[in-house]
Protein backbone atom coordinates (compact mmCIF):
# COMPACT_ATOMS: atom_id res chain seq x y z
CA UNK A 1 0.00 0.00 0.00
CA UNK A 2 1.65 2.97 -1.09
CA UNK A 3 1.71 6.53 1.93
CA UNK A 4 -1.02 8.06 -0.09
CA UNK A 5 -3.34 5.39 0.61
CA UNK A 6 -2.37 4.78 4.29
CA UNK A 7 -3.19 8.85 5.09
CA UNK A 8 -6.55 8.62 3.06
CA UNK A 9 -7.27 5.96 5.64
CA UNK A 10 -6.12 7.59 8.49
CA UNK A 11 -8.21 10.81 7.53
CA UNK A 12 -11.50 8.97 6.24
CA UNK A 13 -14.40 8.59 8.86
CA UNK A 14 -14.38 4.40 8.56
CA UNK A 15 -11.48 2.51 8.66
CA UNK A 16 -10.11 0.85 4.67
CA UNK A 17 -11.29 -2.46 4.60
CA UNK A 18 -8.40 -5.06 4.64
CA UNK A 19 -6.63 -6.53 1.40
CA UNK A 20 -7.94 -9.95 0.97
CA UNK A 21 -4.53 -11.98 1.34
CA UNK A 22 -3.17 -15.67 2.70
CA UNK A 23 -0.24 -14.57 4.61
CA UNK A 24 -0.40 -13.72 8.53
CA UNK A 25 -0.36 -9.97 9.51
CA UNK A 26 2.97 -9.03 10.86
CA UNK A 27 3.17 -8.23 14.02
CA UNK A 28 6.50 -7.75 14.42
CA UNK A 29 9.80 -5.98 13.29
CA UNK A 30 9.28 -2.93 10.95
CA UNK A 31 6.13 -3.38 9.93
CA UNK A 32 4.62 -4.80 13.03
CA UNK A 33 5.66 -1.25 14.14
CA UNK A 34 4.09 0.85 11.04
CA UNK A 35 0.92 -1.29 12.51
CA UNK A 36 0.58 -0.28 15.62
CA UNK A 37 1.53 3.60 14.99
CA UNK A 38 -1.43 3.37 12.37
CA UNK A 39 -3.65 2.14 14.76
CA UNK A 40 -2.88 4.28 17.97
CA UNK A 41 -3.13 7.38 15.74
CA UNK A 42 -6.74 6.10 14.56
CA UNK A 43 -7.67 5.74 18.45
CA UNK A 44 -6.36 9.20 18.87
CA UNK A 45 -8.10 10.85 16.04
CA UNK A 46 -11.42 13.25 16.43
CA UNK A 47 -14.38 12.08 14.22
CA UNK A 48 -17.70 13.77 13.92
CA UNK A 49 -20.49 11.13 15.03
CA UNK A 50 -24.33 12.58 14.31
CA UNK A 51 -25.59 13.38 18.11
CA UNK A 52 -28.77 11.04 17.80
CA UNK A 53 -26.51 7.79 16.92
CA UNK A 54 -25.22 8.64 20.66
CA UNK A 55 -27.03 6.74 24.08
CA UNK A 56 -26.49 7.82 27.33
CA UNK A 57 -23.89 5.08 29.38
CA UNK A 58 -21.69 5.00 32.47
CA UNK A 59 -23.00 5.96 36.10
CA UNK A 60 -24.94 9.26 36.99
CA UNK A 61 -22.46 11.85 37.83
CA UNK A 62 -24.77 14.81 38.45
CA UNK A 63 -27.68 15.38 40.98
CA UNK A 64 -28.99 18.25 39.26
CA UNK A 65 -29.17 20.03 36.46
CA UNK A 66 -29.16 23.75 35.57
CA UNK A 67 -30.96 25.05 32.71
CA UNK A 68 -29.46 28.42 32.73
CA UNK A 69 -26.04 25.96 32.54
CA UNK A 70 -26.98 23.94 30.24
CA UNK A 71 -28.00 27.11 28.28
CA UNK A 72 -25.21 29.13 28.26
CA UNK A 73 -23.11 25.67 27.40
CA UNK A 74 -25.17 25.68 24.04
CA UNK A 75 -24.92 29.48 24.00
CA UNK A 76 -21.33 29.15 24.08
CA UNK A 77 -20.60 26.33 21.53
CA UNK A 78 -23.59 28.12 18.69
CA UNK A 79 -21.00 30.53 19.17
CA UNK A 80 -17.09 29.40 19.26
CA UNK A 81 -17.82 25.91 18.12
CA UNK A 82 -17.38 22.63 20.07
CA UNK A 83 -13.53 23.36 21.50
CA UNK A 84 -12.92 19.90 23.71
CA UNK A 85 -14.61 16.78 22.02
CA UNK A 86 -16.12 14.12 24.17
CA UNK A 87 -15.26 10.33 24.72
CA UNK A 88 -17.33 7.60 23.64
CA UNK A 89 -17.16 3.77 23.00
CA UNK A 90 -18.73 1.49 20.30
CA UNK A 91 -22.55 0.38 21.47
CA UNK A 92 -21.82 -2.99 23.46
CA UNK A 93 -25.45 -4.33 21.13
CA UNK A 94 -25.91 -2.20 18.61
CA UNK A 95 -22.83 -1.59 16.44
CA UNK A 96 -24.69 1.21 14.33
CA UNK A 97 -24.82 3.68 17.63
CA UNK A 98 -22.13 5.05 19.94
CA UNK A 99 -22.22 4.90 24.20
CA UNK A 100 -21.51 8.35 26.09
CA UNK A 101 -18.32 7.70 28.70
CA UNK A 102 -18.56 11.56 29.05
CA UNK A 103 -19.14 14.46 27.90
CA UNK A 104 -23.18 14.23 27.93
CA UNK A 105 -23.87 18.30 27.93
CA UNK A 106 -22.17 19.11 24.87
CA UNK A 107 -23.46 15.82 23.32
CA UNK A 108 -26.80 17.57 24.43
CA UNK A 109 -26.67 20.88 23.76
CA UNK A 110 -25.14 19.97 20.19
CA UNK A 111 -28.22 17.92 19.78
CA UNK A 112 -30.26 20.89 20.33
CA UNK A 113 -28.48 23.32 17.81
CA UNK A 114 -28.55 20.15 15.24
CA UNK A 115 -24.72 20.00 15.09
CA UNK A 116 -22.12 16.59 14.76
CA UNK A 117 -20.32 15.77 17.88
CA UNK A 118 -16.59 15.53 17.79
CA UNK A 119 -15.99 12.83 19.62
CA UNK A 120 -12.81 10.19 20.50
CA UNK A 121 -13.72 7.14 19.84
CA UNK A 122 -12.36 4.10 22.56
CA UNK A 123 -12.75 0.03 22.62
CA UNK A 124 -13.45 0.76 26.06
CA UNK A 125 -14.82 -2.52 28.85
CA UNK A 126 -17.39 -1.59 31.22
CA UNK A 127 -14.93 -1.30 34.09
CA UNK A 128 -12.43 1.22 31.54
CA UNK A 129 -15.38 2.85 30.84
CA UNK A 130 -16.03 3.58 34.42
CA UNK A 131 -12.61 4.58 35.35
CA UNK A 132 -12.73 6.78 32.66
CA UNK A 133 -15.61 9.01 33.47
CA UNK A 134 -14.55 8.91 37.05
CA UNK A 135 -11.43 10.23 36.38
CA UNK A 136 -12.58 13.09 34.01
CA UNK A 137 -15.01 13.66 36.80
CA UNK A 138 -12.09 14.43 39.22
CA UNK A 139 -10.49 17.13 36.95
CA UNK A 140 -13.70 18.99 36.89
CA UNK A 141 -14.38 21.34 39.26
CA UNK A 142 -17.89 21.73 39.02
CA UNK A 143 -18.99 18.47 40.90
CA UNK A 144 -19.68 18.62 44.63
CA UNK A 145 -18.59 16.17 47.37
CA UNK A 146 -22.29 14.64 47.09
CA UNK A 147 -22.29 13.71 43.58
CA UNK A 148 -18.75 12.10 43.97
CA UNK A 149 -20.02 10.36 46.79
CA UNK A 150 -23.15 9.47 44.94
CA UNK A 151 -20.73 8.55 41.97
CA UNK A 152 -18.51 6.09 44.16
CA UNK A 153 -21.87 4.55 45.75
CA UNK A 154 -22.95 3.22 42.17
CA UNK A 155 -19.60 1.96 41.80
CA UNK A 156 -20.15 -0.03 44.92
CA UNK A 157 -23.62 -1.17 43.65
CA UNK A 158 -22.09 -2.25 40.49
CA UNK A 159 -19.83 -4.80 42.04
CA UNK A 160 -16.29 -2.77 42.13
CA UNK A 161 -13.92 -2.98 44.74
CA UNK A 162 -12.50 0.14 46.74
CA UNK A 163 -8.98 0.06 44.21
CA UNK A 164 -11.11 0.43 41.14
CA UNK A 165 -12.86 2.96 42.75
CA UNK A 166 -10.33 4.91 44.46
CA UNK A 167 -8.39 4.60 40.27
CA UNK A 168 -11.35 5.92 39.32
CA UNK A 169 -11.47 9.25 41.45
CA UNK A 170 -7.81 9.45 42.47
CA UNK A 171 -8.19 9.75 45.76
CA UNK A 172 -7.18 7.44 48.82
CA UNK A 173 -8.64 4.52 50.58
CA UNK A 174 -9.04 7.01 53.75
CA UNK A 175 -11.17 9.35 51.61
CA UNK A 176 -12.97 6.96 49.91
CA UNK A 177 -13.89 5.11 53.60
CA UNK A 178 -15.54 8.69 54.93
CA UNK A 179 -17.25 9.28 51.30
CA UNK A 180 -18.61 5.81 51.69
CA UNK A 181 -20.09 6.01 55.19
CA UNK A 182 -21.56 9.37 54.51
CA UNK A 183 -23.41 7.15 50.89
CA UNK A 184 -24.45 4.56 53.68
CA UNK A 185 -25.72 6.72 56.77
CA UNK A 186 -27.54 9.58 54.30
CA UNK A 187 -30.52 7.21 52.46
CA UNK A 188 -30.33 8.03 48.39
CA UNK A 189 -33.87 9.89 48.40
CA UNK A 190 -32.55 12.45 50.99
CA UNK A 191 -29.13 13.13 49.19
CA UNK A 192 -31.77 13.35 45.61
CA UNK A 193 -34.12 15.89 47.58
CA UNK A 194 -31.18 18.13 48.52
CA UNK A 195 -29.55 17.99 45.51
CA UNK A 196 -25.50 19.08 44.15
CA UNK A 197 -25.05 21.44 47.33
CA UNK A 198 -22.08 22.92 45.39
CA UNK A 199 -21.41 24.73 48.58
CA UNK A 200 -21.20 21.72 51.00
CA UNK A 201 -18.24 20.17 51.51
CA UNK A 202 -16.89 17.00 53.17
CA UNK A 203 -16.78 17.78 56.89
CA UNK A 204 -20.26 19.02 56.44
CA UNK A 205 -21.42 15.87 54.94
CA UNK A 206 -19.49 13.86 57.45
CA UNK A 207 -21.35 15.75 60.39
CA UNK A 208 -24.72 15.28 58.57
CA UNK A 209 -24.05 11.98 58.23
CA UNK A 210 -23.35 11.29 62.11
CA UNK A 211 -26.27 13.04 62.70
CA UNK A 212 -28.35 10.73 60.35
CA UNK A 213 -26.71 7.77 62.13
CA UNK A 214 -29.39 8.71 65.33
CA UNK A 215 -32.06 10.57 63.93
CA UNK A 216 -35.58 8.31 64.75
CA UNK A 217 -37.18 10.55 61.20
CA UNK A 218 -37.63 8.19 58.38
CA UNK A 219 -36.49 9.82 55.23
CA UNK A 220 -39.51 10.75 54.04
CA UNK A 221 -40.40 12.93 56.92
CA UNK A 222 -37.27 14.10 56.58
CA UNK A 223 -37.42 14.99 53.11
CA UNK A 224 -41.06 16.74 54.15
CA UNK A 225 -39.76 18.88 57.01
CA UNK A 226 -36.59 20.01 54.31
CA UNK A 227 -38.70 20.90 51.74
CA UNK A 228 -41.46 22.36 53.78
CA UNK A 229 -38.39 24.77 55.83
CA UNK A 230 -36.15 25.48 52.34
CA UNK A 231 -39.15 25.04 49.27
CA UNK A 232 -37.95 27.17 46.34
CA UNK A 233 -34.59 27.27 47.59
CA UNK A 234 -31.02 26.39 46.44
CA UNK A 235 -29.71 22.86 47.42
CA UNK A 236 -27.18 24.58 49.56
CA UNK A 237 -30.15 26.13 51.52
CA UNK A 238 -32.13 22.68 51.67
CA UNK A 239 -29.29 20.74 53.33
CA UNK A 240 -29.10 23.70 55.77
CA UNK A 241 -32.78 23.40 56.45
CA UNK A 242 -32.03 19.65 57.48
CA UNK A 243 -29.10 20.32 59.40
CA UNK A 244 -31.02 22.49 61.46
CA UNK A 245 -34.15 20.60 61.83
CA UNK A 246 -31.66 17.39 62.79
CA UNK A 247 -29.19 19.53 65.45
CA UNK A 248 -32.57 20.96 66.75
CA UNK A 249 -33.74 17.41 67.65
CA UNK A 250 -30.32 16.11 69.02
CA UNK A 251 -30.52 19.12 71.20
CA UNK A 252 -34.31 18.52 72.24
CA UNK A 253 -33.42 14.51 72.83
CA UNK A 254 -30.23 15.33 75.13
CA UNK A 255 -32.81 17.64 77.27
CA UNK A 256 -35.12 15.30 77.79
CA UNK A 257 -34.10 13.12 81.35
CA UNK A 258 -33.40 9.30 80.78
CA UNK A 259 -36.44 7.66 79.72
CA UNK A 260 -38.46 5.45 82.54
CA UNK A 261 -39.28 1.50 81.35
CA UNK A 262 -43.57 0.64 80.73
CA UNK A 263 -44.44 -2.98 81.61
CA UNK A 264 -47.72 -4.41 81.85
CA UNK A 265 -49.18 -6.76 84.73
CA UNK A 266 -46.31 -9.56 84.00
CA UNK A 267 -43.21 -7.14 84.37
CA UNK A 268 -43.24 -7.45 80.06
CA UNK A 269 -42.10 -4.94 78.39
CA UNK A 270 -44.50 -2.03 76.56
CA UNK A 271 -42.61 0.92 76.11
CA UNK A 272 -41.21 3.77 77.83
CA UNK A 273 -41.76 7.41 79.43
CA UNK A 274 -39.60 10.19 79.25
CA UNK A 275 -40.95 13.18 82.12
CA UNK A 276 -39.64 16.38 81.35
CA UNK A 277 -40.06 19.55 82.84
CA UNK A 278 -43.03 20.90 80.11
CA UNK A 279 -44.16 17.84 78.72
CA UNK A 280 -44.31 13.84 79.11
CA UNK A 281 -43.98 12.05 76.20
CA UNK A 282 -45.03 8.34 76.33
CA UNK A 283 -43.97 5.71 73.47
CA UNK A 284 -45.57 2.30 73.10
CA UNK A 285 -44.26 -0.58 71.04
CA UNK A 286 -46.70 -1.60 68.63
CA UNK A 287 -45.39 -5.44 68.96
CA UNK A 288 -45.65 -5.48 72.21
CA UNK A 289 -49.03 -3.47 73.17
CA UNK A 290 -51.34 -5.58 70.40
CA UNK A 291 -53.96 -3.07 70.16
CA UNK A 292 -53.96 -1.33 73.42
CA UNK A 293 -52.69 1.73 72.07
CA UNK A 294 -55.73 2.27 70.38
CA UNK A 295 -57.59 1.38 73.00
CA UNK A 296 -55.81 4.08 74.86
CA UNK A 297 -56.50 6.66 72.71
CA UNK A 298 -60.14 5.87 72.26
CA UNK A 299 -60.50 5.93 76.29
CA UNK A 300 -58.19 8.74 77.25
CA UNK A 301 -60.70 11.49 77.57
CA UNK A 302 -62.98 8.99 80.13
CA UNK A 303 -59.83 8.38 81.50
CA UNK A 304 -58.80 11.79 82.51
CA UNK A 305 -62.84 12.46 83.54
CA UNK A 306 -62.32 9.77 86.30
CA UNK A 307 -59.14 11.14 87.30
CA UNK A 308 -60.98 14.23 87.56
CA UNK A 309 -63.77 13.11 89.76
CA UNK A 310 -60.94 11.29 92.08
CA UNK A 311 -59.15 14.71 92.47
CA UNK A 312 -62.20 16.49 93.32
CA UNK A 313 -63.36 13.99 95.60
CA UNK A 314 -60.70 15.07 97.73
Same mark, same amino acid.
Given at each position: ??????? &?????????????? =?????????????? !?????????????????????????????????????????????????????????? =????? &?????????????????????????????????????????? !???????????????????????????????????????????????????????????????????????????????????????????? &????????????????????????????????? &?? !?????????????????????? !?????????????????????????
Amino acid at each position: MSRKNIL &QGLMSGAPSPAPQT =DRPRATKGAIGAVS !RSIADLKARAVIEIDPHLIDTGGLQDRLESDAAEDAELARSIATYGQQVPVLVRPHPS =DENRF &QIVYGRRRVLALRDLGQPVKALVRDLDDREAVLAQGQENTAR !RDLSFIEKVNFARQMVDAGYDRKAICDALAIDKTLISRMLSVAERVPLAVIESIGAAPGIGRDRWLALAELMASAEDDPDTLIGTMVLTAAG &QTSDQRFEALFAYLSGARRRARALPRPEPLNDA &QG !RALGEVSRGAASVVLRLRRSRT !RGFEDWLIENLSDLHRRWQDDQGGK
